[in-house]
């Protein structure tokens, strides 16, 4: 994977989450590269409750598509302050826009540097070339 298909402005998992800082939010959503392994989007299911703390690693969701179904992993430790709503009458968003439209969750992390720990462009670019 080349890093010019990755947006500039995102951190990321070796889950095949971005991470993109909104405010105090990290806005939250699946790579282009794990959509291209899931192939068409079924569902997206949601778990995560605004309010709620979730930490870093635990599940918030699970995602689905022709091929298989996924967990979605929080990349940070917060408090889930949005949950993109329209995912669940929408899956197909994540194949449109999955950087965009198809965000999933925000937290506030509970660290102001949370967002370090996660992998710059280059790291997950060569992370991806290594799961091919």
């Known amino acids: 994977m080349s890093t010019?298909?990755?947006p500039t402005d995102c951190r990321f998992t070796k889950d095949h989450e971005w991470a993109r800082t909104e405010g105090e939010d990290l806005v939250v959503g699946i790579t282009s590269f794990a959509v291209d392994q899931l192939g068409d989007i079924t569902l997206v299911s949601l778990d995560a409750k605004v309010g709620s703390h979730i930490d870093a690693g635990k599940a918030f969701g699970t995602i689905e598509s022709?091929?298989?179904l996924s967990d979605l992993y929080?990349?940070?430790s917060g408090t889930i302050t949005k949950v993109n709503e329209a995912l669940?009458?929408?899956p197909e968003l994540v194949n449109?826009?999955?950087?965009k439209g198809a965000w999933m969750i925000a937290i506030k992390p509970d660290a102001a540097d949370a967002a370090n720990g996660l992998l710059d462009r280059a790291t997950y670019a060569a992370h991806c070339d290594?799961?091919?």
């Open 96 to 99: 449109e826009d999955c950087y």
């Open 130 to 132: 290594a799961a091919h």
């Open 74 to 76: 929080a990349p940070v």
């Open 88 to 90: 669940a009458d929408k």
């Open 66 to 68: 022709v091929k298989t």
């Open 4 to 6: 010019n298909d990755l």
